[in-house]
């Protein structure tokens, strides 16, 4: 059993869908897991898609959940979370990057001229620029303790065509980041990768589903928390930084570790 008891993670834009399980995977592991989203809730129980909710999942299953509802297109909130973080923890371990913005009407199915051009900012303004923004803030506290783990989410839509040309961009940036993270990180031993889900059943992608808007067997997909068991897998490799740098999906890291799918057990 994966043990973080003792360490500290931030997961960006988890009230849903795949932040919502690496939170609930690092949570899993014993974790103290501080989590962004805009969406919140005083209802109790909180109702799905909220960082409330998020909070009890994470609680559930084990791990020390603090909940932050944040815009990550605010920079002063974003540093006051991690001035917070220092302040109650003095150390951070492990950054997931993950927020993201879907567009409303989505970003699929037409050609680039045919979209607003506000696609690119949300794809492109929250989905990297929010990533860029919290390493910032985040990566000093690794740099000072000389260890940690930075993770930028991305999508198999940063190596071929995936939903939109904006999407393509945000996701091809997500990965080149990671990599140029990992060369001005290299002498401090904080490991930067870029991992990517495969096919996951996350909110949005049930509801597109059940539309009929996109074909795909949920049986067939990954659940949101094999992505967070991953990352916990990761943490705790003693040779993790001989990955740094790296571009990975998260089957094949989970095939290295021998990590199962909640689904499927």
């Known amino acids: ?7 500290v993670a931030v997961v960006t834009g988890a009230s849903k869908g795949i932040g919502k399980g690496i939170a609930e995977g690092l949570g899993e592991a014993g974790c103290t897991v501080y989590f962004t989203g805009r969406s919140t809730s005083e209802d109790s129980p909180a109702p799905p898609m909220t960082i409330e909710a998020t909070a009890a ?12 509802a944040l815009d990550h297109n605010n920079d002063d909130e974003v540093r006051q979370l991690f001035q917070r973080i220092e302040r109650e923890q003095g150390r951070l371990d492990i950054l997931v990057n993950n927020v993201y913005q879907i567009p409303n009407p989505p970003a699929m199915g037409k050609g680039f001229w045919e979209h607003p051009i506000s696609v690119w900012d949300d794809q492109c303004g929250v989905g990297l620029r929010g990533y860029y923004t919290a390493s910032v803030l ?14 930028n989410i991305s999508s198999r839509g940063g190596q071929g065509y995936v939903f939109s040309a904006s999407y393509g961009v945000g996701k091809a940036g997500v990965d ?18 870029s991992l990517s889900p495969s096919k996951v059943k996350t909110e949005f992608i049930l509801d597109m589903i059940a539309q009929g808007k996109m074909e795909m067997d949920p049986n067939l997909a990954q659940s949101v928390r094999l992505s967070g068991r991953v990352i916990a897998a990761l943490a705790v490799d003693a040779n993790l930084f001989s990955k740094t740098g790296g571009i990975y999906t998260v089957s094949e890291i989970a095939e290295e570790y021998d990590v199962i799918d909640p689904d499927h057990e």
């Open 1 to 7: 059993m994966i043990d973080l008891t003792g360490k």
């Open 57 to 68: 999942s994470v609680t559930a299953f084990g791990g020390t959940a603090i909940p932050v």
């Open 138 to 151: 985040g990566a000093p506290m690794m740099v000072k303790q000389k260890s940690g783990l930075i993770v």
């Open 176 to 193: 080149r980041m990671a990599q140029d993270f990992a060369v001005e990180l290299m002498d401090h031993n904080v490991t930067a990768i």
